[in-house]
């Protein structure tokens, strides 16, 4: 079994802010699932995949969204892992990152949680650093730093914004690519995958890893 958790805040209010990027992969994920609904628990929404890769091998993929705001992503996460007794080298957390400008992809098989306080809070649950990571970057280019300077600046509320409208067509790329890079992952592992998708989008294969997939089937606080 192999479990893809997006980190992101639920509701109507944060639904298209950069902070969702790891939302946004994982329902391209469930549009190339054909997955029209996911399951409800109280920490999370979920759906279970019977996936068939390129070799013929099946196995189950779980997409996960925590429904508990970004800083207490561990939890639902933690929640999952021990009903489950996943394998850790077959988990993937996707996450924004403030720090990548937007349109380049950053994969880890471990690291610190660099600020982010969705990774960091899946990493206190678990007890470790040793969790595979996407990081999708969501910074603005040269236009962020010229924001980072400005009197009166707020990381919480940048990263709780909305995407300009200039920023559309590369933010589709990237998600777009990330799918890509989740598929790679779950069929050749982190290794193969960072090999092939770290860095800019625009240099990334543009043809998609040969899957087969089928289905069977407020705390303000807590969001930055």
């Known amino acids: 079994m192999y479990l893809i958790v997006g980190l992101g805040n639920p509701g109507a209010r944060y639904h298209n802010t950069r902070h969702n990027a790891g939302f946004f992969v994982i329902d391209k994920l469930a549009e190339f699932f054909k997955i029209e609904s996911f399951e409800f628990e109280d920490n999370y929404l979920y759906a279970v995949i019977d996936h068939i890769d390129s070799q013929g091998r099946t196995d189950q993929v779980v997409l996960m969204k925590p429904l508990t705001f970004m800083n207490l992503s561990g939890k639902a996460v933690k929640e999952f892992y021990d009903r489950y007794e996943i394998s850790m080298e077959n988990i993937l957390i996707v996450y924004d990152d403030v720090n990548i400008d937007l349109g380049v992809l950053r994969l880890r098989p471990n690291g610190s949680d660099g600020?982010?306080?969705?990774i960091k809070s899946v990493m206190y649950e678990m007890g470790t650093g040793e969790i595979s990571r996407l990081r999708v970057g969501i910074k603005a280019g040269n236009e962020f730093e010229k924001l980072r300077a400005a009197e009166g600046f707020s990381l919480a509320d940048f990263v709780l914004s909305d995407f300009d409208e200039n920023e559309y067509e590369t933010l589709a790329i990237s998600i777009e690519t990330a799918k890509k890079a989740v598929l790679n992952f779950?069929?050749?592992?982190?290794?193969?995958?960072?090999?092939?998708?770290?860095?800019?989008?625009?240099?990334?294969?543009?043809?998609?890893?040969?899957?087969?997939?089928?289905?069977d089937s407020e705390n303000e606080n807590n969001t930055n």
């Open 115 to 118: 600020g982010q306080n969705g």
């Open 186 to 215: 779950i069929e050749h592992g982190i290794k193969d995958t960072m090999n092939r998708f770290n860095g800019n989008v625009s240099e990334k294969p543009t043809e998609d890893t040969q899957q087969k997939g089928s289905t």
